[in-house]
């Protein structure tokens, strides 16, 4: 029987995912480059990735960069980017249906806990989650399964009791080594990644009420994609 839900958060709960990236963009763009998206996707849903921008573009300019004023021009370019942001479609009405089911909520996300928890507040949806772990909380982020072990521990309920809602390869990965169903809902950066683990396909999460997905988690239901 499912009893809780545990959410990804950067792409899924908020699309912070394309902000950030466009905000790179424009970065690389003033310095004359051009950032590789093939490189970027490696680091979606993980805070271990392999590519790190100020690195890369300090080398591709044969420069040395100042990483401080890297990073606060990231922060206003993401700003500007999302002033207008709202939740990914689907997502209220999930919680919402969460509560009315008695389903406990976490979310287990790569980032750290003030970003996390400074877009919760500012949605103004922190109050419907039981648990929040993010990369602070364990020693390994996604693609290893911890942040979702620990999410369960805090929760309660074993993984067999449990849907994770990802976006990327290595979220994906991270849920199902830690023996969850789960459900992939990609955005506009990851759609073309090999999903190929998830048990279900969703373009968003409206596509499907929050009851069918968990008679899809059922294990006498095969899943199927959306």
Not at 176 to 203: I, M, S
Request: charged share 25%.
């Amino acid at each position: 029987m499912i009893r809780a839900l545990v959410f990804d958060f950067d792409g899924l709960i908020v699309d912070t995912e394309v902000p950030i990236f466009r905000a790179w963009q424009r970065i690389y763009r003033e310095h004359g480059q051009e950032l590789p998206l093939e490189r970027w996707l490696t680091i979606i849903g993980t805070a271990a990735g392999p590519f790190d921008p100020v690195i890369d573009l300090a080398e591709k300019t044969g420069t040395k960069l100042d990483e401080t004023e890297l990073k606060a021009l990231e922060v206003l370019y993401y700003q500007e980017a999302t002033a207008l942001q709202q939740l990914l479609p689907g997502v209220l009405d999930y919680l919402i249906a969460a509560r009315e089911l008695g389903l406990k909520t976490a979310v287990a996300s790569s980032s750290t806990r003030k970003w996390v928890m400074d877009h919760l507040n500012r949605f103004g949806i922190g109050s419907h989650f039981d648990a929040i772990v993010c990369r602070e909380d364990v020693k390994r982020t996604k693609p290893d399964p911890d942040l979702y072990m620990t999410a369960l521990a805090r929760l309660g309920v074993s993984p067999s009791e449990a849907i994770a809602f990802e976006d990327s390869t290595n979220g994906v990965h991270a849920a199902k080594a830690a023996g969850l169903f789960c459900v992939v809902v990609p955005n506009l950066l990851t759609v073309d990644l090999d999903l190929t683990e998830a048990d279900l396909r969703l373009l968003s999460l409206d596509a499907m009420p929050l009851r069918e997905v968990i008679k899809e988690a059922s294990p006498v239901r095969k899943p199927r994609a959306r």
